[in-house]
């Protein structure tokens, strides 16, 4: 803070940058036809390393102290935290924009098959693109929250969260393949799990131990679904004679 810029300009900036690093993802996808889980572990890699080299092992701790009660204040009368609020109405924008919209639909279509997308008139790499760009911003809007929130800002903050994030979605019926998942899914499944590592810190557990749920609650979202897939499918015959023609007939 303290660099002689106005401190109400910084948290815009945070957004555009969000917004720029998402984009800068879209296009190692989109342009260069990269993998995005690869693109997004190794730019995660990137960008972090990226801040210690601005920030090392140091801590911007001198935030305003409306920024940072406006992060932790409580609504009036209820122990939720004005964020909340925000969560909700994000929340109930994408949700209507996933499932009652034309896009939602192209996105759903994009997920199950690119190439189909493509021939149905879907414009892939620019859909693409645009779905970076507001991952970034959404995730700098998170981080913003979660700097004021412990009112510090470090290199390292929420380091390790990514496996939290994932192992979420995947327990929300999200399918790492893409092409199936809803909104309402995954607020459940962030609420089962912060449910679950809350428990487990009030009962004093360590952040080791927790990790270790995290892990396979990870692995058990994976391995479950297509467990069930494969149990409803129909069983294969036991027998069947690949040469019917070549079984001898009685003649007598």
């Known amino acids: 803070m303290g660099h002689g810029g106005p401190p109400g300009d910084h948290r815009p900036l945070c957004l555009l940058l969000g917004a720029a690093l998402g984009a800068v993802n879209g296009l190692l996808v989109t342009l260069a036809g990269l993998p995005s889980l690869a693109v997004t572990i190794?730019?995660?890699?990137?960008?972090?390393?990226?801040?210690?080299?601005?920030?090392?092992?140091?801590?911007?701790?001198?935030?305003?102290?409306?920024?940072?009660?406006?992060?932790?204040?409580?609504?009036?009368?209820?122990?939720?935290?004005?964020?909340?609020?925000?969560?909700?109405?994000?929340a109930a924008v994408f949700g209507v924009l996933l499932h009652a919209t034309p896009v939602g639909r192209?996105?759903?279509?994009?997920?199950?098959?690119?190439?189909?997308?493509r021939f149905s008139?879907?414009?892939?790499?620019?859909?693409?693109?645009?779905?970076?760009?507001?991952?970034?911003?959404?995730?700098?809007?998170?981080?913003?929250?979660?700097?004021?929130?412990?009112?510090?800002?470090?290199a390292d903050n929420a380091f390790g969260l990514e496996l939290?994030?994932?192992?979420?979605?995947?327990?929300?019926?999200?399918?790492?393949?893409?092409?199936?998942?809803?909104?309402?899914?995954?607020?459940g499944?962030?609420?089962?799990?912060?449910?679950?590592?809350?428990?487990?810190?009030?009962?004093?557990?360590?952040s080791d131990v927790l990790n270790i749920v995290t892990g396979l609650l990870l692995v058990l979202s994976v391995v479950l679904p297509n467990a069930v897939a494969r149990m409803r499918r129909p069983a294969p015959p036991l027998y069947r004679n690949p040469h019917p023609s070549s079984v001898p007939h009685d003649k007598g």
Do not use: C, H, M
């Open 121 to 154: 008139g879907i414009p892939v790499r620019r859909t693409k693109l645009w779905l970076f760009v507001a991952s970034g911003t959404v995730a700098s809007l998170a981080g913003v929250f979660w700097t004021l929130q412990y009112g510090s800002a470090r």
């Open 164 to 187: 939290s994030v994932v192992a979420a979605v995947l327990l929300g019926g999200v399918s790492i393949f893409g092409g199936r998942g809803t909104l309402p899914g995954v607020i």
């Open 189 to 206: 499944g962030v609420l089962l799990l912060g449910t679950i590592r809350n428990a487990l810190q009030l009962a004093d557990v360590s």
């Open 106 to 117: 192209s996105l759903y279509a994009l997920g199950s098959s690119a190439e189909a997308a």
């Open 42 to 90: 190794g730019t995660l890699a990137l960008y972090r390393g990226l801040a210690y080299v601005v920030l090392g092992d140091r801590a911007v701790a001198d935030f305003p102290i409306s920024w940072t009660t406006g992060a932790t204040e409580r609504v009036v009368g209820t122990p939720l935290p004005w964020v909340a609020l925000l969560i909700a109405a994000l």
